[in-house]
């Protein structure tokens, strides 16, 4: 085969062996069978080995990345994440609404509600289309780059069709199923179960060897656009319809709420309808959907005048 051969042969494997993947873990939805994947993926790593120089960064093999880091290196949030302020009822709920329309001098206000992932909060970096870093919130201004890590994570993109560089955000998790076989391998080899799928997910995202993360069965739901300097839309409602078009996992149960009371209807249904899923969630986050609004509340020290995360009780432990 000649190197002009392999480049066109190459470029055709990736896209498929991209958008099956894509198929298959972000949409839940696979179009061919396992075996027609692995073989392809098997032809594109034959070609690979005969042309390493062909080798691109958003190839699927690339996913697992090299030899374990000695350390992560520091990244800097030049958009802060930022922790949200808590409701725990439905009057802290009523004067979180009560804040925001007199802050905003109206009387109506369109809210966004949305189930909080309990896991890892995470931000990605995309320049020219390719994801070039991830990283932990770590404290908010200064996180962690667990860039190897999070490309053994399937339904993140290592390449989306927007040229712009763009920051986007959001929460990486275990779903209970990989926990639960995981800490029944961790008991098998006599080591310490994690107490839960959230400190499974940061302590698969935080150790030093992409190989053990890759093993882990770690997901992400995207939520929130950091840095974008050529972002031009209105509504937090419409960004997450965008993450969605440009490739991204988003939580399909997020619902736009044009009052208070839709927002407490919303927070009763996934109270009952929470142990039906497949991961965990801690809570719901409202936000309001207006990102002009969002601009006019601003922020407190440390958290956005224009959202909140209503907590759910925390679960009795089953004794
Ligand atoms: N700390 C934060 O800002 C957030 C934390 C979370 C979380 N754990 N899950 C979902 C969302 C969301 N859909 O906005 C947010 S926002």
Request: with cysteine.
């Given at each position: 085969m000649t190197e002009n051969e392999a480049r066109e042969q190459l470029a055709t494997l990736r896209g498929e062996l991209n958008q099956y993947n894509y198929e298959y873990h972000v949409l839940d939805k696979p179009s061919v069978p396992?075996?027609?994947?692995?073989k392809k993926m098997k032809k594109l790593k034959d070609i690979e080995a005969e042309f390493p120089a062909l080798i691109t960064a958003d190839s699927p093999s690339q996913r697992v990345g090299g030899e374990p880091l000695d350390a992560f290196k520091k990244v800097a949030h030049r958009v802060p994440m930022l922790s949200l302020g808590n409701a725990f009822s439905e009057e802290d709920?009523?004067?979180?609404?009560?804040?925001?329309?007199?802050?905003?001098?109206?009387?109506s206000v369109t809210y966004v509600c949305e189930l909080k992932i309990d896991g890892l909060a995470i931000s990605l970096r995309y320049q020219d289309g390719l994801?070039?870093?991830?990283?932990?919130r770590g404290d908010g201004t200064t996180g962690e780059d667990i860039t190897s890590n999070l490309k053994t994570i399937k339904s993140i993109p290592l390449r989306i069709p927007d040229q712009a560089p763009i920051e986007v955000r959001g929460e990486a998790f275990m779903p209970q199923q990989a926990f639960v076989s995981l800490n029944k391998k961790r008991e098998e080899n006599e080591e310490e179960p994690f107490a839960n799928p959230?400190?499974?997910?940061?302590?698969?995202?935080?150790?030093?060897?992409?190989?053990?993360?890759a093993k882990r069965q770690l997901d992400i739901f995207l939520y929130a656009?950091?840095?974008?300097e050529s972002g031009t839309l209105e509504t937090h409602s419409e960004r997450l319809q965008y993450l969605e078009e440009i490739g991204f996992k988003t939580n399909p149960e997020w619902r736009k709420c044009n009052s208070i009371e839709e927002v407490i209807q919303y927070v009763e249904e996934w109270v009952e309808k929470r142990a039906n899923l497949s991961y965990d969630i801690d809570g719901i986050v409202i936000k309001v959907d207006n990102l002009e609004a969002q601009e006019q509340?601003?922020?407190?020290a440390k958290s956005p005048r224009w959202a909140t995360a209503y907590k759910f009780p925390a679960e009795e432990a089953i004794t």
């Amino acid at each position: 085969m000649t190197e002009n051969e392999a480049r066109e042969q190459l470029a055709t494997l990736r896209g498929e062996l991209n958008q099956y993947n894509y198929e298959y873990h972000v949409l839940d939805k696979p179009s061919v069978p396992d075996a027609e994947y692995d073989k392809k993926m098997k032809k594109l790593k034959d070609i690979e080995a005969e042309f390493p120089a062909l080798i691109t960064a958003d190839s699927p093999s690339q996913r697992v990345g090299g030899e374990p880091l000695d350390a992560f290196k520091k990244v800097a949030h030049r958009v802060p994440m930022l922790s949200l302020g808590n409701a725990f009822s439905e009057e802290d709920l009523r004067d979180f609404d009560r804040r925001v329309r007199e802050g905003l001098a109206t009387g109506s206000v369109t809210y966004v509600c949305e189930l909080k992932i309990d896991g890892l909060a995470i931000s990605l970096r995309y320049q020219d289309g390719l994801f070039v870093q991830g990283a932990t919130r770590g404290d908010g201004t200064t996180g962690e780059d667990i860039t190897s890590n999070l490309k053994t994570i399937k339904s993140i993109p290592l390449r989306i069709p927007d040229q712009a560089p763009i920051e986007v955000r959001g929460e990486a998790f275990m779903p209970q199923q990989a926990f639960v076989s995981l800490n029944k391998k961790r008991e098998e080899n006599e080591e310490e179960p994690f107490a839960n799928p959230r400190n499974a997910a940061a302590g698969s995202l935080r150790q030093l060897d992409p190989k053990i993360a890759a093993k882990r069965q770690l997901d992400i739901f995207l939520y929130a656009v950091g840095e974008w300097e050529s972002g031009t839309l209105e509504t937090h409602s419409e960004r997450l319809q965008y993450l969605e078009e440009i490739g991204f996992k988003t939580n399909p149960e997020w619902r736009k709420c044009n009052s208070i009371e839709e927002v407490i209807q919303y927070v009763e249904e996934w109270v009952e309808k929470r142990a039906n899923l497949s991961y965990d969630i801690d809570g719901i986050v409202i936000k309001v959907d207006n990102l002009e609004a969002q601009e006019q509340l601003g922020f407190t020290a440390k958290s956005p005048r224009w959202a909140t995360a209503y907590k759910f009780p925390a679960e009795e432990a089953i004794t």
